[in-house]
């Protein structure tokens, strides 16, 4: 709509009509001529609304477009803008006002004239109906029980309604169980996406809480136990009884229980909420008897007794023995060696039994052994006495009469038969009889451990005996000083001479050799021969075993030379016989062994090279063959698959021959200068062509010939072989044809046109 009407001549004046026009609408004087250029008026103003259907709550943006940069855009919602948000409850119109002012003033006077234009337009948004919740709810019957219900009622939304609770999946039930106590976040969501949210509590009633009181037995074990229970919180009318073993009561008082026994308690409320609590029944201090035996003094008296000590229980204790009577005294005597019951009795007569055993002493025993007489003194035999068993110090005697000694050697005994008494501190007495005899005569053996190399002072003797006196034995290497130790060692490998004496001063010798362990030895290993006469490719090992590493190996030719590498592998040898020797990192060296080297094979013959016509190479040869190439000061490099006795060459060069047999190659053969011409131009009379080259997908080919002939083509590689071969059928004059290149490789290829005695080769590139 627009409020005011402005009409500008400017333009018009600009065109020299301005004064024409004035007078057509009454006007006299040139008093309105406009100062200046007036804003455009705007034109039609549009609406765009990025939703024009939203969920109640949902915002979505309106945008005017059309009014000039210089108006303003204003709203009927008091925004301005050319864009606003809105949130809608409900389907709502929105309009928007574009004002344009301009001002104008008259040639002829100092009035402003100000002129507003206004446009407008309308779009409404529309609204989804608003989903409304209400709800149904059923609390947890007990404290933190799971059977909390609640039931979502829905009204309004679009479309089927589906419903979450604490963040789970949407689903389409809207009733939720197993729910414990709790603020439960709900959502509910149409089929346009539209979403009303909320939360509902379950409330819980308070926990049952139940205190006890526990009375213990008197005695241990006793079954006068009682306990009495109270419960608090709930929802009151509490039922109480001890599972397995009472009805449910409605005072929670139970008497007659068992010591050291665990009892479930049960108390449940008028909901049928239940409560387990464990209670353990106590007792009585135990009764704690500590008894005291004392041993008899020797195997098989009544001598010993046993001293009671107790606590816990009620005191004023009374104690007996088996099935005798209880006394206050608290030790029995006159015991055997057995195991007694001991039983206590409280003040309350609560008892407690324990078990003690009288031990009596092991019986003495004596072992004797004889040390017999030397081959000097006729009493120098001994008897060395050790006791087992028995009470304290034991003193010893040889037979009845003669004086005890405290010492376990009785010595300056003869040959002969004796009975050894010992006696202990309590006079309890045992018996050993013993034989003295003469001494075997004194004999050594010696073994020997090995040195480590042929000049180590690592190797040793070990010498035993049999026969003499003593175990004070004193060993030597003859002419070196005696030591008691039986091993000789820091020996080198060598022949020893060694002795043996023995307590009484008896002799005996013998003789040892101690050898090298780790002997150096040398051996031939594996041999390569030579594979071609003159070559130098063999190859020759040597065992070494023994020794000590590192090892320094020499090998010797014919003609006396050491060759540079002193390792028991040798490469790159020539034929030949080869003398080896060894040393190790001790100097140590053992005989030396001989290694021979032949040639396996031959050496071929130097082939020859010829040149037939001007196309081709041919070698006298059949196998083995390899073509070489050679272009300026360049070494010669092999033509690749040219291994047959013909070669067409495909580019100018020295070209040559080597043959290898068995793996020996030969000389190469004199080089034949080839000089390739006609590679790109034809010969004539044979005008050959090939369009284009490269050739991609198809070998095209102009042919011209003045003579009337068949035409052979044949598609060579680099190496001459034989790849593709084409025939065309006579003709004379031009003639064009072509092939497909499917399965040949890209490269270079040469390209031999034959018709009769002319030809033409042509350089081909496959891409």
């Not at 290829?749 to 891409?767: I, T």
Request: glycine content about 10%; hydrophobic content about 35%.
């Amino acid at each position: 709509m627009q409020k005011y009407i402005q009409m500008n001549f400017w333009f018009l004046g600009h065109l020299g009509l301005g004064f024409l026009l004035l007078g057509f609408m009454g006007f006299s004087s040139p008093a309105w001529a406009i100062q200046g250029t007036s804003p455009t008026a705007p034109t039609a103003l549009t609406l765009t609304v990025s939703s024009a259907t939203v969920c109640a709550g949902t915002s979505t943006s309106l945008t005017a477009a059309g009014c000039p940069a210089a108006g303003v855009v204003r709203w009927n919602t008091a925004q301005t803008g050319s864009m606003i948000a809105v949130t809608p409850s409900q389907p709502t119109s929105y309009t928007a006002f574009c004002d344009v002012t301009t001002s104008t003033t008259a040639t002829s006077s100092t009035v402003v004239t100000t002129t507003v234009t206004t446009t407008t337009a309308t779009a409404t948004v529309q609204v989804y109906s608003p989903i409304v919740l209400t709800f149904n709810t059923q609390s947890p019957l007990c404290n933190n029980g799971n059977d909390g219900v609640i039931y979502i009622n829905s009204t309004g939304g679009e479309g089927a309604l589906q419903y979450q609770i604490n963040n789970e999946p949407f689903k389409v039930v809207n009733i939720f169980g197993n729910l414990k106590g709790g603020t439960y976040p709900i959502t509910v969501k149409d089929t346009k996406g539209c979403i009303a949210q909320t939360s509902v509590e379950l409330k819980q009633p308070p926990a049952i809480i139940v205190s006890t009181t526990i009375y213990n037995t008197k005695c241990v074990g006793g079954g006068d136990g009682a306990l009495v229970a109270s419960a608090t919180g709930g929802v009151g009318d509490f039922r109480y009884f001890i599972q397995d073993l009472t009805e449910p009561r409605t005072v929670g008082i139970f008497n007659n229980l068992v010591a050291n026994t665990t009892y479930t308690l049960i108390v449940s409320d008028k909901n049928s909420c239940v409560v387990f609590t464990p209670v353990t029944i106590g007792q009585a201090t135990p009764l704690i008897i500590k008894l005291t035996p004392a041993p008899t003094r020797c195997v098989g008296t009544a001598d010993g007794s046993i001293t009671v000590q107790a606590s816990g229980g009620a005191g004023a204790y009374q104690y007996k023995l088996g099935n005798g009577s209880f006394q206050a005294g608290v030790q029995f005597t006159g015991l055997a060696a057995t195991t007694y019951q001991i039983t206590v009795q409280d003040g309350f007569g609560c008892l407690g039994t324990q078990s003690a055993t009288v031990v009596q002493p092991s019986a003495l025993s004596l072992t004797a052994v004889p040390k017999p007489v030397g081959c000097v003194n006729p009493n120098s035999g001994s008897i060395i006495v050790t006791s087992a068993g028995g009470t304290g110090a034991v003193t010893y005697q040889v037979s009845a009469g003669t004086t005890p000694q405290s010492s376990s050697v009785i010595g300056g005994i003869p040959v002969g038969n004796y009975t050894v008494v010992g006696t202990d501190v309590n006079g309890c007495t045992g018996l050993a009889s013993v034989v003295v005899s003469q001494a075997a005569p004194l004999k050594v053996q010696a073994a020997t451990l090995p040195a480590t190399c042929c000049n180590c002072p690592t190797g040793s003797v070990t010498l035993t005996s049999t026969g003499g006196i003593g175990t004070g034995l004193q060993y030597q290497i003859i002419g070196q000083a005696y030591q008691a130790a039986s091993q000789i060692s820091k020996l080198p490998p060598n022949t020893y001479r060694l002795r043996v004496v023995d307590n009484g001063g008896c002799t005996d010798s013998t003789v040892a050799v101690v050898t090298n362990m780790n002997a150096l030895t040398l051996s031939q290993g594996t041999v390569k021969n030579v594979s071609c006469s003159g070559g130098k490719d063999g190859e020759a090992t040597v065992q070494i075993a023994g020794g000590a590493k590192p090892f320094t190996v020499y090998w010797q030719t014919a003609q006396k030379d050491t060759l540079k590498t002193y390792t028991a592998t040798q490469t790159a040898l020539p034929e030949g016989t080869y003398t080896v020797s060894v040393r190790d990192s001790n100097r140590c060296t053992t005989s030396t062994v001989f290694v021979s080297l032949t040639a396996v094979n031959p050496t071929p013959a130097k082939p020859t090279v010829t040149q037939v016509a001007n196309s081709t190479l041919t070698v006298n040869q059949t196998a083995g063959i390899q073509w070489y190439l050679s272009t300026g000061n360049a070494a010669g490099t092999a033509v690749p698959n040219a291994t047959g006795p013909a070669l067409v060459p495909f580019a100018s060069g020295l070209y040559y021959v080597i043959v290898t047999v068995n793996g020996c190659p030969s000389a190469p053969s004199d080089a034949i200068n080839f000089v390739l011409t006609a590679l790109n131009e034809p010969v004539a009379p044979l005008s050959v062509r090939v369009v284009p080259n490269p050739v991609i997908d198809r070998l095209r080919l102009e042919i011209e010939q003045p003579e009337r002939s068949a035409v052979q083509v044949h598609l060579l590689d680099v190496s001459g072989r034989l790849i593709k071969s084409y025939q065309i059928p006579i003709f004379t004059g031009k003639k064009q044809v072509e092939w497909p290149v499917e399965g040949i490789s890209t490269g270079a290829y040469l390209l031999k046109v034959a018709a009769d005695s002319r030809q033409s080769v042509l350089r081909v590139a496959v891409e």
